[in-house]
């Protein structure tokens, strides 16, 4: 069956201080991959996604950057933490869109 | 634009009473739509979906929803609301932008008190 694994599941990171969240996938090949970011417990903003390795759509602008090193692999990093960075993180996958969504547990940052 | 709306930002249900969270949609072409549940501090987890076929779809843990083409609505509902069924809702639609994308609504939280 497949699985997908975020972690960590919270981290704290003061400003200006790096950051990387990593999101594998098992038991799929080639699954398309996304990053949502959940502010104040609503809604989903999405913030990349990736049809295969080392493709990276970006859907806003803004202080984070994504990389897709192998099939099953989906990290997402900063090279300075802004305090507007802070939220939930979820990361997901998906066979085909049609199918749905499978969601990570989620990373809650907090930049201090 | 192609767009999702949940225009409820919380909904409040009695245990055993019919709800409904509503979901509006605008998109080009053929609607793709999807309900999911989030419960805290968690992922979200697919209920159901509406690719074609049957205005009434069924889902899990006792949840359905309705499509209405003329209306452009996806409502979620139940029969009988549990009080384990509070939790936020997301409606989301599949959208053609350069590529098959899915966004979502901005979330209905639904209470449901014993």
């Known amino acids: 069956s497949q699985t997908i694994h975020q972690w960590p599941a919270t981290l704290v990171q003061p400003v200006g201080s790096p950051l990387s969240l990593e999101c594998t996938v098992e038991g799929t090949s080639n699954p398309n991959l996304y990053w949502y970011r959940q502010a104040a417990g609503r809604g989903l903003q999405l913030l990349f996604y990736?049809?295969?390795?080392?493709?990276i759509s970006s859907e806003v602008p803004q202080n984070l950057s994504a990389s897709r090193p192998q099939d099953r692999q989906f990290i997402l990093s900063s090279k300075k933490l802004l305090l507007s960075d802070s939220g939930f993180y979820l990361c997901?996958?998906?066979?085909?869109?049609?199918?749905?969504?499978?969601f990570g547990s989620g990373t809650r940052l907090t930049v201090v | 634009a192609q767009s999702v709306a949940q225009p409820e930002d919380q909904v409040n249900v009695a245990e055993g009473n019919p709800l409904t969270v509503k979901c509006t949609y605008s998109v080009s072409g053929n609607p793709y739509l999807f309900w999911y549940v989030q419960y805290p501090n968690r992922g979200l987890q697919f209920l159901l979906k509406?690719?074609?076929?049957?205005?009434l779809v069924k889902g899990s843990y006792g949840f359905e929803a309705e499509f209405n083409k003329s209306q452009t609505s996806f409502h979620l509902k139940k029969p009988s609301a549990l009080v384990s069924d509070s939790a936020l809702y997301f409606c989301?639609?599949?959208?053609?932008?350069?590529?098959?994308?899915?966004?979502f609504g901005a979330g209905t939280r639904l209470f449901v008190k014993a």
């Open positions: 990736s049809v295969g390795i080392g493709q």
């Open positions: 509406y690719i074609t076929g049957d205005n």
């Open positions: 997901a996958w998906s066979v085909d869109s049609l199918y749905g969504y499978t």
């Open positions: 989301a639609v599949r959208v053609l932008t350069g590529g098959f994308k899915t966004i």
